[in-house]
């Protein structure tokens, strides 16, 4: 099986090196792609990990190649790196092939959600197979991944993924939670309905791709609702209700989730999690910590 978690150790700073950033409230400077951070130290490890995020880095701290760079290190490349080998258009092939892969090491970890939610064979059987699919392209060779039209296989791979979501969503409600402390919130709110769609008295915000910077959503019922694409900055969503919520693509930068139950809720990414605001009483889905892997 493809490994899908970022394997700093077989990279060589492939990241620190081929991708552009701009000065913002995620990095303090601008860097064009294919030069190295200044960070980068010369046995490729970063010289800040330690203090990326109280330094300004927090758009390293949220980044997750998802098993990309040491699969094109290693696999697509055979272990040549962009420091010292003697093909000089190299480093440019490798620089812009990681983001192919990236792309597809995304939708391979998505797809192994879906997988995992057991829902109907015939979805499953679907997804196994797409799955397959965007692997074998992952595993493709340089010149294959830069001529890949990356939009056309988002374009099979989402509708599956969405199909997976309304399956889900629509199976049933989880029981209500339970918070850290022990007693049951009794006053959940905005209830929307089990297929994504806003139902009697549920807050008509909620829907997929809306603005909802800042909203006061603590202590909300969420289960079941579709929040595909919403952007969800800053939010106040401690000891929400997440159970069964469809997240893929959420903006959940400096969202707060403090006590809020994310284990249940759907297509959630270490990047998402690694970008709120969440402590020991955040429940997590399996396999997803929210903390740079780097």
Sequence with gaps: ????????????G????????????????????GVPCGNLLIDDRCGIHDRLAETGWRGCVTFD??????????????????????????????????????????MSYLLAQAISYAVAPDLTRRCRQLAAEVDALAGGTAQDLLALDVTAVRARVGPALRDVSVA????????????????????????PGADGRSGTGADRRIKPGADLVRAALAGS??????????????ADLRDADLARADLLGADLRDADLRGARVAEALFVTPPQLAAART???????????GTHAG
């Design 1 to 12: 099986m493809t490994e899908l978690r970022p394997d700093c150790s077989r990279c060589a």
């Design 14 to 33: 492939l990241c620190c090196v081929a991708l552009p950033f701009s000065r913002g409230a995620d990095f303090p400077v601008d860097k064009p792609g």
């Design 65 to 106: 190649c998802f098993g990309a760079g040491q699969r094109v290190m290693q696999e697509t490349f055979r272990g040549r790196t962009w420091r010292d080998d003697p093909d000089p258009g190299l480093p440019a092939r490798m620089f812009s092939v990681l983001p192919v892969v990236h792309q597809l090491h995304e």
């Design 168 to 191: 889900v969503r629509r199976a049933g409600r989880s029981p209500r939670h339970t918070n850290s402390r022990g007693s049951a919130r009794a006053d959940r709110r905005l209830r």
């Design 221 to 234: 019922d969420l289960r079941g609702a579709d929040l595909r694409g919403v952007l969800l900055i800053a």
């Design 279 to 289: 402590d020991e009483s955040t429940t997590r889905p399996p396999g997803v910590s």
